[in-house]
């Protein structure tokens, strides 16, 4: 089993802060997911991502293959960000199951 | 875009009793399906996935059980619920595996 850790676990900043948030996972991976959860529950799929570097928006998403760690930015943060942000990572030999990291909770505040 | 519709919201069910979550999708065709349990303090879990009708595979064994009766219906249930069920489920769907995964907004189960 992919062991997938995040950090940190708990974020508190100041709106238009420059945000961090990381993943490692433990085995080799084909890709990798960046989800929000908002408070009422509800997931969206921010990123996907197997190389490189992705961006939309404010939210940046990069992974190092060699080194099993992907992070996950917010330029110019705002309070609507406050959220639980998860990474999930997949490979070839877990079929459909994705594995989970536990997720970092993000307040931003005014 | 993929639309998930998933209901009810909540739920609170008493031990023993049956349950029946169902889930269905817009947008797309012939979707992956997914039944993911995310309890309290934990991470997601995924519970059932189905590649088309009728097709349905467990990761974890339980006390739930899922059928896809149409291509973009997936169902969970269980006979008897037990005080561990208690927790968020959420539905998923993707267009192929290493797509981009699209969430229905859950329901809150909770068994007494």
């Known amino acids: 089993k992919n062991e997938v850790e995040q950090s940190p676990q708990n974020l508190t900043a100041q709106e238009g802060e420059f945000i961090t948030i990381n993943c490692s996972y433990s085995?080799?991976?084909?890709?990798l997911h960046w989800l929000q959860q908002h408070p009422g529950g509800g997931i969206v799929s921010l990123f996907m991502?197997?190389?490189g570097k992705k961006k939309h928006g404010r939210l940046i998403a990069t992974i190092n293959i060699q080194e099993k760690h992907s992070s996950l930015h917010i330029t110019a943060s705002h309070p609507r960000d406050s959220a639980v942000y998860i990474c999930?990572?997949?490979?070839?030999?877990?079929?459909?199951?994705?594995?989970f990291g536990k997720g970092t909770s993000l307040l931003v505040t005014p | 875009s993929q639309t998930i519709h998933q209901w009810p919201a909540t739920l609170v069910q008493p031990v023993g009793s049956p349950l029946s979550l169902e889930c269905t999708v817009e947008?797309?065709?012939?979707?992956?399906l997914y039944w993911y349990r995310q309890a309290a303090g934990r991470g997601l879990q995924l519970l059932f996935y189905?590649?088309?009708?009728?097709?349905i595979s467990s990761e974890v064994p339980q006390n739930l059980s899922a059928s896809r009766p149409q291509d973009r219906q997936f169902i969970l249930s269980s006979k008897k619920l037990l005080l561990s069920d208690s927790g968020f489920y959420l539905c998923?769907?993707?267009?192929?595996?290493?797509?981009?995964?699209?969430f229905g907004s859950g329901t809150q189960l909770s068994v007494l």
């Open positions: 999930a990572v997949s490979n070839s030999n877990s079929g459909y199951a994705l594995n």
């Open positions: 085995v080799g991976i084909s890709a």
């Open positions: 991502l197997s190389s």
């Open positions: 947008g797309t065709s012939n979707p992956n």
């Open positions: 189905s590649v088309g009708i009728g097709q």
């Open positions: 998923a769907s993707d267009r192929g595996f290493h797509e981009k995964l699209f």
